[in-house]
């Protein structure tokens, strides 16, 4: 159980008008490994959710060689790195069905209380995944820095784009970055990307944006409440 591997078939719901994985959906594709891999290594649900405590990312990042497209199979590894007190690292690697290894990225999660949404101390909630060290992991993200802005726009939280936690998608950030920017709509994949979230914009909530786009970048961030900051977003073309 050290390694979680998953086979997929890229499906149409899945990919873009140019039949690429959407960067949402292979965010997606990483998270749901984490989760599923949690579950075996003995935090699941039962240690979590069922007792109000919900997993949620801090910060994620990724190097995409190329993304898959439509109707390819491709593999996904992932497993966990040692807990670093109230943070657990997660590692990703990508493979096409030749064997290349074409996104790898790494993430920081951290356990969220349902009902206060304060951080959860894993130690006190007797909550621990056993890490490992492969020698191949990809750097763990670090805090965004801001960048200046020159756009700004306004975002309401759609039922369609919340979740279990009852918050925005947080993978929904990159398809919202992608739809009020014309990079993606060019037909150019990104090479990079990164994102860190620390707020929450729940169902029905709005938030403001402030953004930029260059040849090269895409930059989002958001704020609720004049001055909470919700995430930062970036991506290298």
């Not at 739809?179 to 150019?188: E, K, L, N, P």
């Amino acid at each position: 159980m050290d390694f979680y591997e998953k086979e997929y078939i890229i499906q149409s719901c899945e990919v873009d008008m140019f039949r690429r994985l959407r960067v949402s959906q292979l965010l997606t594709f990483m998270q749901e490994a984490a989760i599923h891999h949690t579950e075996q290594l003995g935090a699941g649900r039962a240690k979590t959710l069922d007792r109000g405590f919900l997993w949620v990312v801090s910060l994620q990042h990724a190097e995409i060689k190329r993304l898959p497209e439509y109707d390819e199979r491709v593999k996904l590894v992932s497993w966990a790195g040692k807990t670093m007190h109230v943070m657990f690292p997660r590692f990703y690697e990508l493979y096409d069905e030749g064997g290349e290894c074409i996104v790898k990225g790494s993430a920081l999660w951290m356990l969220m209380d349902l009902n206060t949404r304060g951080m959860v101390f894993p130690d006190s909630e007797g909550i621990s995944i056993e890490g490992n060290v492969t020698g191949r992991e990809y750097p763990l993200p670090k805090p965004l820095k801001p960048i200046e802005t020159d756009k700004a726009a306004t975002f309401t939280v759609p039922f369609s784009y919340s979740d279990i936690n009852g918050h925005l998608t947080n993978t929904r950030y990159f398809d919202i970055a992608q739809d009020i920017t014309s990079i993606a709509s060019g037909g150019r994949t990104p090479k990079y990307v990164a994102v860190e979230y620390s707020g929450e914009a729940r169902y029905g909530e709005s938030f403001d944006l402030a953004y930029t786009e260059k040849e090269s970048l895409v930059y989002l961030s958001g704020t609720k409440n004049e001055n909470k900051k919700l995430f930062r977003l970036k991506m290298e073309y």
